[in-house]
């Protein structure tokens, strides 16, 4: 069962309670992340994307766009909320002005038409790969934790991702995804 429906995070008591198991760096305080390593999977674990995300898109959005200094753009993508930066970001050796979060993370709005040549750099393998398509990803990490005294088994998985998309023409969509599903 994912913990995804519709693109929204559902939070359960079961989860707010669970411990990480992750061992990447914690981050309690959604303003103290970097963005460029969020995007790029490399030091943030699951409860800090989602609490940078429930920041992001809660009742305190103003001050975190503010604090980042991101404005939203107008998407046709339902699946995405797309920003405009207002400083570039590095991210994977290239800079974008443009991001957009989907349900599980991040993803920089790169202006490289072909994504082979990211994908082939970070070591994702594409499982879609069609002259208008293309879906790659490379795991980061994949963990079990079974809670105590239930049957309940976590499955926490981060994954490194690079895309296509028909609502970005001559855009690749590079980032992370940070999910937790109860299995």
């Not at 429906?5 to 411990?19: C, E, I, K, P, V």
């Not at 038409?113 to 879609?128: E, M």
């Not at 934790?145 to 088994?153: K, M």
């Amino acid at each position: 069962m994912s913990l995804y429906r519709n693109g929204t995070l559902l939070l359960t008591a079961l989860l707010l309670g669970a411990q990480p198991v992750y061992a990447a760096t914690a981050e309690k305080d959604p303003s103290k992340i970097n963005l460029a390593r969020l995007i790029e999977c490399t030091t943030y674990d699951v409860p800090s994307y989602n609490e940078f995300g429930m920041w992001l898109t809660g009742p305190e959005s103003a001050i975190a766009m503010k604090q980042f200094g991101i404005t939203e753009l107008p998407s046709s993508n339902p699946l995405l909320r797309e920003f405009q930066l207002a400083e570039p970001v590095s991210v994977f050796g290239r800079q974008t002005s443009r991001i957009a979060f989907a349900s599980s993370g991040p993803l920089a709005v790169l202006d490289e038409p072909d994504p082979h040549p990211l994908a082939k750099t970070l070591g994702v393998t594409a499982t879609i790969d069609q002259p208008n398509k293309f879906l790659g990803a490379k795991e980061i990490l994949s963990s079990r934790e079974q809670l105590e005294n239930s049957d309940t088994v976590l499955h926490t998985l981060i994954t490194l991702n690079v895309s296509t998309d028909d609502s970005h023409p001559g855009k690749t969509l590079a980032g992370c995804s940070y999910s937790i599903e109860v299995e």
